[in-house]
């Protein structure tokens, strides 16, 4: 790893875990090199916009509740597979720091995963390569590549799993994915026909958006912001809110947090999984950026 920007601290994280610390012109951000798990982005004279529980667990061998999550190489449970980790091993890996930089404004910071002796003797055992980069300023970009190193074809399911503050999920609505098909995950596994209007919250709600590069905007009416989503290299969209008797059931979730937030996930999951042959990449990314609210 090359020396650190002034804007760029290596520091010790909560559970003693490894943590990157932004400080770019426009916004801070913090991301725990456990998971290359972005936990913190707060945009100059805003909230922060990443949500975090204040019951997450940091330690080596659990997920971090809220902010970015890496979801990868699979998504949900691995078919086939009881033992293996939810939403894949990349979020309990612990990353490296490749290097950071300083672009005018911005701060790009690049972490990396490779297969390990763990990863291949995992529920997926290919020879890859992953890169996360992040990119701090007016807007948050995060890019996830992987490559393929292995000598035969693969395929995986991705996710950027994030978590975003609201002032209350009650008052709050999705837009960009009206008319687009979903899967109601508590329903089962067959498409719904998309609805007209904006996705809002009345319950528990868990919807895998189908074939849409669409992007989003939380429209946050009791924190009296939005919250725009871009994405590119993703063709699915998560929605998720555990509701109250869900997010008592977790034990690294406060019972009363739900809400406070809600994830709008940029994925390629199920039919929309992506096949790599040897030496192929691909790249996902997400761009978040905050604005006022206005009339829709």
């Given amino acids: 790893m090359s020396t650190l920007p002034p804007s760029v601290r290596l520091e010790t994280g909560q559970g003693g875990l490894p943590l990157v610390r932004v400080t770019a012109p426009a916004s801070t951000a913090e991301i725990y090199l456990h998971g290359a798990h972005v936990t913190s982005w707060v945009p100059q004279g805003q909230q922060p916009v990443v949500w975090l529980s204040a019951e997450s667990r940091f330690d080596e061998g659990s997920a971090i509740r809220g902010g970015v999550p890496i979801c990868?190489?699979?998504?949900?449970?691995?078919?086939?597979?009881?033992?293996?980790?939810?939403?894949?091993?990349?979020?309990?890996?612990?990353?490296?720091?490749?290097?950071?930089?300083?672009?005018?404004?911005?701060?790009?910071?690049?972490?990396?995963?490779?297969?390990?002796?763990?990863?291949?003797?995992?529920?997926?055992?290919?020879?890859?390569?992953?890169?996360?980069?992040?990119?701090?300023?007016?807007?948050?970009?995060?890019?996830?590549?992987?490559?393929n190193r292995d000598t035969t074809e693969f395929a995986f399911e991705e996710a950027l799993h994030t978590y975003l503050a609201v002032g209350d999920v009650r008052s709050t609505e999705v837009t960009?994915?009206?008319?687009?098909?979903?899967?109601?995950?508590?329903?089962?596994?067959?498409?719904?026909?998309?609805?007209?209007?904006?996705?809002?919250?009345?319950?528990?709600?868990?919807?895998?958006y189908l074939a849409t590069t669409a992007p989003t905007t939380v429209r946050d009416e009791a924190g009296a912001r939005a919250i725009a989503i871009a994405k590119d290299g993703s063709a699915t969209t998560v929605v998720w809110n555990p509701w109250l008797d869900n997010a008592r059931a977790m034990a690294d979730f406060g019972d009363d947090e739900w809400t406070g937030m809600v994830c709008v996930e940029t994925c390629n999951v199920r039919d929309d999984s992506v096949l790599l042959e040897p030496d192929q990449s691909h790249t996902m990314s997400a761009r978040l950026e905050v604005s006022g609210l206005s009339t829709p």
């Fill in 72 to 147: 990868f190489p699979w998504f949900g449970a691995r078919a086939g597979h009881p033992e293996a980790p939810q939403h894949g091993f990349a979020r309990l890996s612990d990353w490296e720091l490749v290097d950071a930089e300083e672009q005018g404004d911005e701060v790009v910071v690049r972490l990396r995963l490779t297969d390990s002796e763990a990863t291949r003797a995992s529920a997926w055992p290919y020879l890859f390569e992953a890169t996360f980069t992040v990119v701090v300023g007016v807007r948050l970009s995060m890019t996830l590549e992987v490559v």
């Fill in 176 to 208: 960009g994915l009206e008319g687009t098909d979903y899967v109601d995950r508590p329903s089962g596994p067959d498409p719904l026909p998309g609805e007209p209007g904006p996705v809002r919250f009345t319950g528990p709600t868990d919807r895998i």
